[in-house]
């Protein structure tokens, strides 16, 4: 079972349930009509309400972990197991996959 690629649609959330859209330069590949995300896309976080004493709100998520074999423009594709570290406070982000369409390992 193949992992589930991450495309510029995938919900990607930060730890306090603030939106995030992924951003990215590739538009040579797409799966289920949406660009597949590659390192190292940014994924702008927006409206995060992480009050200043506790760090500050998050700003962008950052992708780690991308896929081994799958390479877009010589850039290694984003999985949904992908890990997103929500910046300036490093804390993971949560991704969800609906309906996957095409994966990569
Ligand atoms: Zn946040």
């Keep these: ?3 589930p690629l991450l495309v510029v649609g995938s919900s990607v959330k930060c730890p306090h349930s603030a ?3 992924i951003v990215t330069k590739n538009i040579r590949v797409s799966s289920g009509g949406q660009a597949v995300a590659t390192l190292p896309d940014p994924c702008a ?5 992480n009050p ?4 500050g709100p998050c700003v962008v ?3 780690q972990m ?3 074999r799958v390479f877009i423009g010589g850039l290694p ?3 949904a197991t992908s890990i997103g570290l929500c910046q300036p406070l490093s804390l993971p982000a949560v991704v969800q996959v609906a309906m996957p369409r095409a994966g990569g390992t």
Excluded: S, Y
Aim: aromatic content about 4%; proline content about 8%; charged content about 10%.
């Design 61 to 63: 998520a950052l992708f």
């Design 66 to 68: 991308p896929a081994t």
């Design 45 to 49: 976080i927006a409206g995060c309400k």
């Design 77 to 79: 594709a984003l999985l």
């Design 19 to 21: 939106d995030g859209a």
């Design 1 to 3: 079972m193949p992992t």
């Design 52 to 55: 200043a004493n506790a760090g």
